[in-house]
């Protein structure tokens, strides 16, 4: 296959979605089983894009296939400029992965939810509208500008929030649709205002070109400063999507949707997004954007692990531990651990998307029971639910042989490795404090859920294994828990072919890198026009990879490792020692530590203060518009009209009496000089005849 | 010896209009409004003539005898109006036919 043939693959794989939904959305009210219509075409995606992804990495493993037309030409605006907008695709390496990662948990999701949301009486339209939301997500990951990212940015804001109030009889759903959406535009505004900056800059929403202008010394208001305030502020759109501290409260919250939409949306595709976003727009942050971007993800990686560890709803610890590992993901990211952090974005979207899939199945078979506290030996009844739930909390844990034992570790090594060039070792004391907890918190839900004796004798006994349809997709994605699709070295990632091979360098064009970025300096430029379709943009580059943090890297690697097989072990095994073997009371433990206890039960107490703040704000502030409104507007309002009533009223008098008193009188005295003069008016000719004669003499007279 | 002049044609068509003038004025029989008028004609063409006499200008007779067959057209219609006046309102009474006022 050539690359334009690819191109068009990609664009057959983006709008396929699309064609489903729309097929479904129409289809759906006449025709019951119009959901097959949306399955078997997420199911052709799902093949295209593998197709794609081998053919990709096997034959055009470097580069970078671009394919871009223009969308609108104003030509040179008197005031802005030439204003051009491009629209196109690319096809990259990770946008391969990205793509056959959203297709293939999107297919299993499909699969999985024709048998979970059976017999709900809005069936199709929940088809419709997953289509449309793998639609939006294909968008994000093949757009190679900010316009689109952020189009179809906004089209997943949207589908998300049709998602999570898809039950929005319940005023929970709804609520929490609500919640999302609003949470979530607060970050977009601010990825909004950094993409209004980039365009008045670069006059371009292509992130090539920008990279390229940036790389040249060209920066948004010829600062750095600016060019780190751009950075984050489309940064806040990663912290909005990708729930990141301090607006990760909506994610939570988002557990009203189906659970598979959780597993889709909220667990493996559309969170994981706003890393994709920071991994696509890498090149351009600066230092110290880098530096804001890990201190918020380390503490997004922090907080929800704490929250987690005394969360009772299955689907609330999963959804914690989704934002802590996220955080984990962009704490990567701002530390410089580039290829780690994309990895653990694509192995965890596989191992969480299983959890979610299999508390799912846990659900649907306790008939919509979530409390842990009510479930307990659920081993015996669901052993494949078992099985994958078990082998996914060994990948989050960071168990050996498993592909979140890779990708972890080499986060770890990432921050280990950048404490070790900077001295700052805070980040990497996060990583092993979270690490540590995600695997006490993972096991207790296991554990609380699948062993010991059931809680709750009535619901275990109308338990019942998921059918196949709902099994089949738990065992495909444990199996990609494995490490083995990854690399063939068990315990060093780096080496694979994934981290190795597909995960290209970025480029590091902004100025102020970390120091040890800096030693290896961009040689040259070339100028060959990037624009140009299917050109190879990598090979224009000069890679600014440091060797000294991959150097670093490398050493960091066994100790990290070490020590995070000795933190996730006293997790595990900490788990085991108070909910498995009961050596020790929990409650007494909460007790003991109540302060701490609470504050994690109350999840920070972060919703209780942003009522408090926000909300609260919110509402003071509108009632005090609302007061101005009505006292101060109205009046003036009311005044206004009070002052032209009487105006009215006035010249109304006016015209009853001067004006109408003038025409009365002119009409009176016309009537008056007609009576005067009708007396000459006799009709008899002879009367007309002395008048002429006698108006005949005075003329005369009067000529004379 | 007194010579007549102009002044005395001018003095006897001046008299004829007047009585011509009186005549429409004061009769009540629209016949005899129209023998007034005939007065009135017949007082220009004194003047016609005088006026071309002493002035030398044979015009003057020229024009007398065209108010002459004038005249005739306007007795003609006159009268023939008097008879439509007199079939539609029963008299010739001038005083009488005011419809003119309505």
Not at chain 1, 229 to 244: C, E, N, P, V, Y
Not at chain 1, 281 to 297: N, R, V
Not at chain 1, 505 to 531: C, D, G, M, W
Request: proline share 3%.
């Amino acid at each position: 296959m050539t690359d334009i043939q690819l191109v068009q693959l990609a664009i057959a794989i983006l709008f396929l979605p699309l064609l489903g939904f729309t097929a479904v959305i129409f289809a759906g009210m006449k025709i019951k089983k119009a959901y097959l219509i949306e399955v078997s075409i997420i199911i052709l995606a799902f093949l295209a894009s593998v197709f794609l992804m081998v053919q990709k990495l096997v034959y055009f493993p470097d580069v970078n296939i671009v394919k871009e037309f223009t969308w609108v030409n104003l030509g040179n605006t008197p005031l802005l400029g030439p204003i051009q907008w491009d629209l196109g695709i690319i096809v990259d390496n990770l946008s391969v992965i990205m793509i056959f990662v959203v297709t293939l948990i999107s297919m299993l999701v499909h699969l999985f939810s024709i048998v979970y949301m059976h017999g709900d009486k809005r069936y199709n339209r929940y088809f419709a509208y997953l289509g449309i939301f793998t639609f939006s997500m294909t968008g994000i990951v093949f757009t190679h500008n900010m316009l689109m990212m952020y189009i179809f940015w906004e089209l997943v804001g949207l589908s998300s929030y049709l998602l999570i109030g898809f039950w929005f009889e319940k005023k929970s759903a709804s609520d929490a649709s609500k919640k999302a959406f609003i949470v979530n535009r607060i970050g977009d505004i601010g990825m909004f205002s950094g993409i209004l900056i980039l365009f008045a800059t670069y006059k371009t929403f292509t992130f090539e070109t920008i990279f390229n202008e940036i790389a040249k010394g060209h920066l948004p208001f010829g600062s750095e400063l600016w060019l780190t305030i751009t950075g984050l502020l489309i940064f806040a759109g990663a912290i909005g999507k990708s729930a990141q501290f301090p607006l990760h409260v909506w994610l939570p919250d988002a557990m009203e949707g189906p659970t598979p939409v959780s597993a889709l949306i909220h667990a493996a595709t559309m969170v994981a997004a706003g890393v994709y976003l920071v991994v696509r727009i890498f090149a351009l942050l600066s230092a110290d954007a880098l530096m804001i971007i890990a201190t918020i993800g380390a503490i997004s990686a922090f907080i929800p692990a704490t929250i987690a560890l005394t969360q009772n709803d299955i689907k609330k610890v999963l959804a914690y531990s989704t934002v802590s590992q996220l955080g984990y993901m962009i704490m990567a990211l701002g530390v410089g651990a580039f290829h780690f952090a994309f990895f653990h974005l694509i192995t965890h979207a596989f191992f969480k998307a299983c959890l979610f899939l299999g508390s799912g199945s846990v659900i649907h078979a306790m008939h919509h029971e979530q409390d842990i506290r009510n479930m307990g030996g659920l081993k015996k009844k669901l052993p494949v639910t078992y099985a994958t739930f078990l082998m996914s909390t060994l990948a989050i844990s960071g168990v050996p042989l498993t592909s979140g034992f890779l990708s972890k570790d080499g986060i770890l090594a990432g921050t280990w490795a950048f404490a070790g060039l900077t001295g700052n070792y805070l980040f990497a004391a996060v990583g092993f404090l979270v690490a540590a907890m995600t695997a006490f918190y993972m096991f207790r839900l296991v554990i609380l859920a699948f062993h010991g004796e059931p809680r709750n004798k009535e619901k275990y006994d109308h338990a019942h294994e998921s059918p196949w349809l709902m099994a089949m997709p738990l065992v495909l994605l444990a199996g990609l828990s494995v490490f083995f699709w990854y690399t063939p070295n068990p315990i060093d990632g780096g080496k694979g072919w994934f981290v190795s091979k597909w995960i290209n360098e970025p480029t590091l064009v902004a100025p102020n890198k970390y120091e040890f970025f800096k030693e290896k300096e961009v040689s040259q430029i070339s100028e060959a026009n990037v624009v140009e379709h299917s050109a190879k943009s990598n090979a224009n580059h000069e890679v600014m990879f440091s060797e000294t943090y991959t150097e670093a890297m490398h050493h960091a690697h066994y100790p990290a490792m070490i020590l995070s097989l000795i933190v996730a072990g006293i997790g595990i095994f900490f788990s085991f020692f108070i909910y498995q073997w009961k050596k020790a009371d929990p409650e007494k433990i909460a007790n003991k530590i109540k302060p701490l206890y609470n504050l994690s039960y109350n999840k920070w107490y972060f919703d209780e203060i942003y009522d408090a703040t926000f909300v609260k704000g919110t509402l003071l502030l509108s009632s005090a518009l609302a007061w101005i409104d009505a006292k101060i507007i109205d009046g003036i309002v009311d005044g206004s009209a009070d002052v032209t009533r009487a105006i009215s009223r006035f010249s109304g008098k006016f015209d009853s009496v001067v004006v109408d008193g003038l025409v009365n009188f002119m009409a009176y005295l016309s009537g008056f000089i007609g009576l005067i003069f009708r007396r000459f008016q006799t009709g008899k000719v002879q009367t007309y005849v002395v008048l002429v004669v006698f108006s005949l003499v005075i003329i005369l007279f009067l000529l004379k | 010896m007194i010579t007549i002049g102009l002044t005395h044609y001018l003095i006897i068509s001046s008299i004829l209009f007047s009585l011509g003038l009186f005549g429409i004025i004061t009769r009540k029989n629209a016949i005899m409004v129209l023998m007034g008028v005939e007065l009135i004609l017949n007082a220009a063409n004194i003047n016609f003539i005088a006026f071309g006499k002493y002035n030398n200008y044979n015009h003057g007779q020229l024009y007398a005898l065209f108010v002459i067959v004038l005249a005739a057209a306007e007795a003609a219609i006159a009268l023939a109006i008097v008879l439509n006046i007199y079939k539609n309102f029963s008299t010739v009474n001038v005083d009488e036919i005011d419809t003119l006022k309505d």
